[in-house]
């Protein structure tokens, strides 16, 4: 099976990793790297027209997609949230290819204007599936015109999150007590602030999804509150989760998320997780067996203050939730080989 792919393929990313996990399936894949800029002129260009709902393609990935496509003839043709991706370029490629069938994979709430841009949805009709991990955007993307649509579950990437052995110097310079790795968003700011002036040690990574963190600490100093100005990806995304006693796995308030990436990337490196409450949650880990939920300030601080009184528990759970990640299979070859049967069908 060749698969034309395209994505943000940044090492660390997920895209990258689903890609990665195409191969190891045996599939054949030709990679077409949609990445922009951040920084400089292009970067801050890009972020402007953003908020206008035009997404640039400064990386050519259109021009690139057709050229592989009049080519090598893919049969399938994968966009990984394809906001720069032109509805005149999947037409023009379904010229190209009449035979390979079309999949858009997101990790965000699609139905949200931040996650939107005008090329993505006037290509909604193109494709022949779209892949979400969000269960109410199920319905939403078919009244905006999607074909087929395939609910998964967050999935782990097999060679990235796995348990790792930490040193004392691991833990010092990544871990500690209570940790969380991700953006910031208002809840998950006033949830830490509440651990730290509790008494209870915390300390954030995630300085790459926005300089959020960075200007919440400025007015929010405490010694027990520790704001790390970087992000974490690969082995140190997966060391810091080892050398955290407690890893905290908020859900984006944005994205009206049921579950996140982390819900299952905590519990494959073998982490406790300590996660926000819901049905998708428990449906995932079996609450208090496999991974630990609270729902208020008042029930995350106490369990946090149980758990870190009491290890043994905390590794037993901790183990058993890596355990459920391998029988159930929520590995990233796992979730892809459904994805394709659906595609098929």
């Known amino acids: 099976m060749l698969i034309l792919y395209c994505g943000q393929l940044w090492d660390g990313g997920t895209c990258r990793m689903r890609m990665e996990a195409l191969k190891t399936m045996g599939c054949a894949v030709m990679a077409v790297d949609s990445t922009c800029p951040t920084r ?3 970067g801050l260009a890009s972020r402007a027209a953003i908020k206008f709902g035009h997404a640039l393609d400064t990386a050519g990935a259109n021009q690139k997609l057709l050229q592989l496509g009049r080519q090598q003839k893919p ?3 994968w966009i990984d949230k394809g906001l720069t991706i032109a509805r005149a370029t999947l037409e023009h490629l379904r010229n190209l290819c ?5 999949v858009h994979y997101s990790l965000d709430d699609m139905s949200g204007r931040h996650n939107q841009s005008r090329d993505y949805l006037r290509g909604i009709p193109a494709y022949d599936l779209h892949v979400t991990n969000k269960s109410y955007n199920v319905a939403e993307l078919h009244s905006m015109g999607a074909r087929k649509v395939l609910f998964v579950n967050n999935a782990y990437c097999r060679t990235t999150h796995e348990p790792m052995a930490v040193s004392d110097e691991d833990r010092k310079s990544l871990g500690g007590p209570v940790g969380f790795i991700g953006a910031f968003e208002t809840a998950r700011a006033e949830s830490l602030w509440f651990l730290a002036k509790s008494g209870i040690q915390v300390r954030i990574w995630g300085e790459a999804w926005g300089k959020g963190w960075k200007k919440w600490g400025i007015s929010h100093r405490h010694p027990n509150l520790t704001i790390e100005n970087r992000a974490l990806f690969g082995a140190d995304y ?4 080892c050398s955290f006693d407690i890893n905290l796995c908020f859900l984006r308030k944005l994205n009206r998320d049921q579950q996140t990436t982390r819900s299952v990337e905590i519990p494959a490196c073998g982490g406790f997780m300590l996660a926000e409450r819901t049905a998708e949650h428990k449906l995932l880990f079996a609450e208090d067996k496999e ?3 609270f729902a208020t300030h008042q029930e995350l601080l106490a369990k ?7 290890p043994l528990e905390r590794q037993a759970i901790a183990s058993a939730s890596r355990n459920r990640c391998l029988q159930s299979d929520y590995s990233y070859e796992k979730q892809l080989k459904a994805v394709l049967a659906s595609l098929e069908s």
């Open 40 to 42: 400089g002129v292009i």
């Open 75 to 77: 049969g399938i043709i």
């Open 98 to 102: 009449p035979k390979a069938r079309f």
């Open 238 to 241: 997966a060391k810091a989760i």
């Open 291 to 293: 991974a630990v939920f």
């Open 304 to 310: 946090c203050n149980h758990y870190l009184a009491h």
